[in-house]
Each structure stands twice: as structure tokens, then as C-alpha cells.
């Protein structure tokens, strides 16, 4: 028994991969089990282990914690990358929802019909372009300081460089209206325990591929 | 000098009903301004205010709070709504993700074709009396005691009532095999503050009609149905 947090999910990011990134980035250990059938998600939900019945499950300090924000926002806290107080927590939230949504539309991707791929990806460019980007833009123009919040390394910067990056592998020129998403993106990556992360060899996950929408539709069929 | 919070949002429930409802619950007067045209909207979206481009929007503070899950997270830690350690605000950050994903399923309803909303009601109550109010059930049955978390009224407390009497507006016989859930909504809804709430006259929305989603389609430019999932 190792104490470390240990991580119940698909071999892939889906609503994962911001969990891996926020341990992976407090410098945290963690142990992972992949479902890859039916019927270990059944024996999950018959042992009583998801609440909702539901991944991701995270099995951290005694707990069976279930609900993304709910296990990023326990990470934050414990690993003091939630801000220093209630103000600064509510600015981070505010901006971690947001880059939230923006992923929400890629994570949806892969399980989009043919047809829709080629206006999905349009609607993540504009979304990120026109929505989202521009305001992290601004936030790092105004304070002109390294960090998204309160001049100190938080779950907000972890979330948005996972963003950038995964919105970079859809859409390669993507930060080119952006001078500070730029240098926000290079600071962030050579931070020590993101720079690991982004090495091979990593938790990290791959994009998902047609192997990984196959295996979300097999283990999750009704 | 200490303003009441306000509220930008349509004059409806959508994703500002929670945030009135956690207000009210921890006594806190409110104003609220109605978005009603598509003038008023792109205003706000000149005037910088949103910062998304979305509502709700609520000022409070000195700040200009968006994303609902933010203000309630805010709201429910300044009023000690939120448990009293971070374990406890998991617990509750963990209710209240499934009761706001329930009550997201409810909040689409409105938007469904004629057809696709008999489909959607069905969900609505299989999700609620298959996965959500079970796991609620066994919550209060397992501790025997009154609130959800650290035997304190706190935000879930408060969203599982909201939630509960937004699906028995869709099946009103839905807590039958729920006496713990019963006994709770019975509890919850004679705290003063939600008492108060509960009565004609309050802050609290209807239930959505074709002129609230008419307004909506109007101010957001959304002419499409949603479709079920």
C-alpha cells in the first residue's frame, strides 16, 4: 500500500488528463487502473466505489472522490494552488470554468459524427480565438506578471497551458495572435514538474485516437 | 457602505436559479437586473463586463463574478456554506456536482422540440431515481442525521432541495421510494431563510415558459432546439 492517490479511468485523457496534469504539477505521485471492459466498470458500480456511477475516481487520503471539479478543486487546496484566500479563489475558479468550457468542446470531439468534425473544429477555433484567448491575453498583459493569479503558480496556469497545448494540437498556429500566451506557454513548460510531465514516458496521455472512442463506447454501452 | 449583490440574467431560473437560491438560503438580499433585449446584452458585451461574453453574471464584492459554479463556490465558502476543512468541501463539491448535473438535464428541457421533450422527461426521472437520489438516500440513511455533510446545513444541502422540487415539478410522486429524501425535503424546507424562499413573492423563479425561452432565443441569437443525448 503506497499512499499514493490512485486513479481509476480509461487509458486515455478524457476527464482525466486536467487531474493528471494538476498532481503531475504539484510534484505528486500517483498510481493509475485503466478500464478497458464492460465489465470491470460493472464490478466498479456493483462494489459501490462510484457514486454516481461514474469516472473519473480518484482514491485520495481515505477518500473515493468522484466529480472532476470537485477532485481538482480538493488537489488545488490541498497542494496550495488554490490562492491565498477566498478572493483569489474565486478568480481562479472563475477562470479555471472558463478554459473548462473550451476543453468540454475538445474532449467532445472525437465522439462527433463525421459530417460535424469539420464545424466542430471551426467552433473550437473561433471559441478559443475569440473567446477565450483574449481574455488570458489580457489578464497576463494588465498585471504583467508570470502568473495567471496573485503573482504566484496556480491551478488557473496549469489549466490553462493543458488548454493551449491541447488546442495547439488541433490547431498549430493558434497562438499566433497572441504574444503572451506565447511567453506564458514557455515559461509554464519549463517549470520543473510540467517540464517532466511533458516529457515521453510521462502519465501524460496522448490525443485520444479511434482506439480510445472505441473503448469509451464498449465499456460505457447500456 | 456594503451593496447587495446583483444579478444580470434573464427573468428566469436557468443557471442563475441556484445562485438565488444559496443567496437566499444564507439570508442575503439581492437585486437583480433582467436581461429582456439583445441591445442590453450587446451592451454588456461592449462595456466589458462579461467576461466570457456570458451571464449569469453577478457583482459583488468589487468584483464581477461569471461562471456559476464560481459564484456559488464563493458565496457558499464567504457565508460558511462550504463545509469546515477541505475534506468536508469535497464531500460537498462532490454533491453538488451531481445534483447540478441533474439539474442540468432539467434546465435543457425547455430548449427540446415538443417530441424530444417527453424523451427528456424520461431521462430526468430515470437519472434521478436510478443514479442521483439513491446515492443522496444512502448518504443521510448511512450518518442518520439531518444535513449531507459534517452534520451542518450547508451548499448541498441547500442544491439538493432545489433539485428535488425542480423533478417532482417534472413527477411529483418521484421521492416515493425515498423516505430519507422525504423526510429531508420536509426538514430543509421549513428553514426560515428557505422557508422564506419557498413563499409567493420571493425572489425564487417559475418554472420556465415559451416567454422565457422565447426571451432567451431572442437575447442569445439561439434559434436551434437541443437535441437529447
Not at chain 1, 491541447?166 to 506565447?182: C, D, H, N, R, Y
Not at chain 2, 441533474?102 to 424520461?122: C, H, T
Amino acid at each position: 500500500m503506497s499512499g499514493k492517490p490512485r486513479l481509476t479511468y480509461l487509458n486515455g485523457r478524457g476527464r482525466m488528463e486536467s487531474i493528471r496534469w494538476l498532481l503531475a504539477a504539484a510534484g505528486v505521485e500517483f498510481e493509475e487502473v485503466f478500464l478497458q471492459t464492460k465489465e470491470q466498470y460493472d464490478k466498479l458500480i456493483k462494489d459501490g466505489l462510484l457514486l454516481f456511477q461514474q469516472v473519473p475516481l480518484v482514491e485520495i487520503d481515505g477518500m473515493k472522490m468522484v466529480q472532476t471539479r470537485a477532485i481538482l478543486s480538493y488537489i488545488a487546496g490541498k497542494y496550495n494552488l488554490h490562492g491565498k484566500d477566498l478572493k483569489e479563489r474565486a478568480l481562479i475558479d472563475m477562470y479555471v470554468e472558463g478554459i473548462a468550457d473550451l476543453m468540454q468542446m475538445i474532449l467532445m470531439f472525437p465522439f462527433s459524427p463525421p459530417d460535424a468534425k469539420e464545424k466542430n473544429l471551426d467552433s473550437i477555433k473561433d471559441r478559443a480565438t475569440n473567446r477565450y484567448f483574449p481574455v488570458f491575453e489580457k489578464v497576463l498583459k494588465q498585471h504583467g506578471q508570470d502568473f495567471l493569479v496573485g503573482n504566484k503558480f496556480s491551478w488557473a496556469d496549469v489549466q490553462l497551458i493543458e488548454a493551449i497545448l491541447a488546442v495547439e494540437e488541433k490547431i498549430p498556429t493558434v497562438l499566433s495572435g497572441f504574444p503572451q500566451l506565447q511567453a506564458f506557454k514557455t515559461k509554464m513548460s519549463n517549470m520543473p514538474t510540467i517540464k517532466k510531465f511533458l516529457q515521453p514516458g510521462s502519465p501524460r496521455k496522448p490525443p485520444p485516437d479511434d482506439h480510445y472512442v472505441e473503448t469509451v463506447m464498449k465499456v460505457f454501452k447500456r | 457602505m456594503s451593496r447587495k449583490p446583483k444579478l444580470y440574467y434573464f427573468n428566469g431560473r436557468g443557471k442563475m436559479e441556484s445562485i438565488r437560491w444559496l443567496l437566499a438560503a444564507a439570508g442575503v438580499e439581492f437585486e437583480e437586473e433582467f436581461l429582456e433585449t439583445r441591445e442590453q446584452y450587446e451592451k454588456f458585451l461592449q462595456d466589458g463586463s462579461l467576461l466570457f461574453q456570458q451571464v449569469p453574471m453577478v457583482e459583488m464584492d468589487g468584483m464581477r463574478m461569471v461562471q456559476t459554479r464560481a459564484i456559488l463556490s464563493y458565496i457558499a465558502g464567504k457565508y460558511n456554506l462550504h463545509g469546515k476543512d477541505l475534506k468536508e468541501r469535497a464531500l460537498i463539491d462532490m454533491y453538488v456536482g451531481g445534483t447540478d448535473d441533474l439539474m442540468g438535464f432539467i434546465m435543457m428541457f425547455p430548449f427540446f422540440s415538443a417530441e424530444d421533450k417527453e424523451k427528456q422527461r424520461a431521462i430526468i426521472v430515470q437519472k434521478a431515481t436510478s443514479r442521483y437520489f439513491p446515492a443522496y438516500e444512502k448518504v443521510l440513511k448511512d450518518h442518520g442525521q439531518d444535513f449531507l455533510v459534517g452534520n451542518n446545513f450547508s451548499w448541498a444541502d441547500v442544491h439538493l432541495l432545489e433539485a428535488i422540487l425542480m423533478v417532482e415539478e417534472k413527477k411529483s410522486d418521484v421521492l416515493s421510494g425515498f423516505p430519507q429524501l422525504q423526510a429531508f425535503k420536509a426538514r430543509i424546507s421549513t428553514i426560515p431563510t428557505i422557508k422564506k424562499f419557498l413563499e409567493p413573492g420571493s425572489q425564487r423563479k417559475p418554472v420556465p415558459d415559451d416567454k422565457y425561452v422565447e426571451t432567451v432565443r431572442r437575447v442569445l441569437r439561439m434559434y436551434y432546439d437541443l437535441k437529447v443525448n
